[in-house]
């Protein structure tokens, strides 16, 4: 009898196991693979970045690059004032968020 008893309590660990492995792969597919490639697409853009694109920054200050250095850009903002941003500062490409047509 308690044999039995140890064969099924064994049994249900499996499938415990084989539960969790399954939510985790689930769980890396649908959370963590998208952040990882939105993370890479990111800063290929930012890497692709010149000077005189326009960009919006992650404070949402419009600006054009008027300096790109190793690890900031010098932007351009209105009336001629130049702010220094570190790169990881840089959300969106401006040309491109300008010209989306509104919901």
Same mark, same amino acid.
């Given at each position: 009898?308690?044999?039995?008893?140890? /064969?099924?309590? *064994?049994?249900?660990g499996t499938q415990n196991l084989i539960?969790? @492995?399954l939510i985790a792969v689930v769980f890396y597919f649908f959370m963590i693979r998208p952040q990882?490639?939105?993370?890479?697409?990111?800063?290929?853009?930012v890497d692709e /970045?010149?000077? *005189?694109?326009?960009?919006?920054?992650?404070?949402?200050?419009h @600006?054009?690059?008027?300096?790109?250095?190793?690890?900031?850009?010098?932007?351009?903002v209105e009336?001629?004032?130049?702010?220094?941003?570190d790169k990881s500062a840089i959300s969106l490409d401006a040309s491109k968020a300008l010209n989306t047509p509104a919901k």
């Open positions: 009898m308690i044999s039995t008893i140890l /064969l099924q309590a *064994g049994g249900m539960m969790f @492995g990882v490639k939105k993370q890479k697409d990111q800063k290929k853009y /970045l010149k000077k *005189g694109d326009r960009v919006i920054t992650s404070a949402g200050i @600006g054009r690059i008027y300096e790109v250095a190793e690890t900031t850009f010098l932007i351009e009336n001629g004032a130049r702010i220094r941003f």
